[in-house]
């Protein structure tokens, strides 16, 4: 999308705000009033968010240890930092590593400003965050500075996948 685009889509996004906005602050009315219940009393019934018939949800293990998250991170480091030929070569090894829905926006990178970043490994790779079992945050020390990694995996059993890289 060009900036026009963005432009007219910002436009047209607040006219429908202040067309929402405005049909919200014109209704007056009274709400309507609930019609008296001749049945029992909900606080007699059971329901399903009843604390007595709760179950507790089993908790979900971490998919992977800190290290096996450092080794990904290392690898994938190492891959997209690597010497290659082409953007095309450099892409068909980078590509399996990052997840789906950011694909275009790695790709989108150039081999040349790549291949101007030293990003050899200086010390250790530390996980910031694995609060999730499924999303962990990997601090890489690099050459060229620290690079912060955000990883996920879709599910048990899956690849770990770059979802972003910062400095």
Not at 118 to 143: K, N
Request: glycine share 6%.
């Amino acid at each position: 999308m060009n900036r026009s685009a963005f432009a007219t889509l910002g436009a047209a996004g607040a006219a429908a705000m202040l067309m929402l906005a405005s049909g919200c602050a014109s209704n007056t009315a009274e709400p309507p009033q609930p019609e008296p219940s001749t049945s029992t009393p909900a606080s007699s019934q059971a329901t399903p968010w009843d604390h007595d018939s709760y179950e507790p949800v089993e908790q979900v293990e971490p998919t992977a240890s800190a290290g096996e998250l450092a080794d990904v991170a290392k690898h994938f480091i190492e891959v997209y930092g690597g010497d290659y030929d082409d953007h095309d070569q450099w892409w068909q090894h980078v590509e399996p590593l990052v997840a789906q829905g950011q694909r275009e926006k790695f790709r989108s990178v150039g081999l040349d400003a790549v291949a101007q970043i030293d990003l050899t490994i200086t010390g250790d790779i530390t996980i910031e965050d694995q609060s999730s079992p499924f999303v962990a945050t990997a601090t890489v020390p690099t050459a060229a500075g620290t690079i912060h990694l955000v990883m996920s995996c879709a599910s048990k059993g899956q690849p770990w996948l770059v979802e972003s890289m910062s400095r």
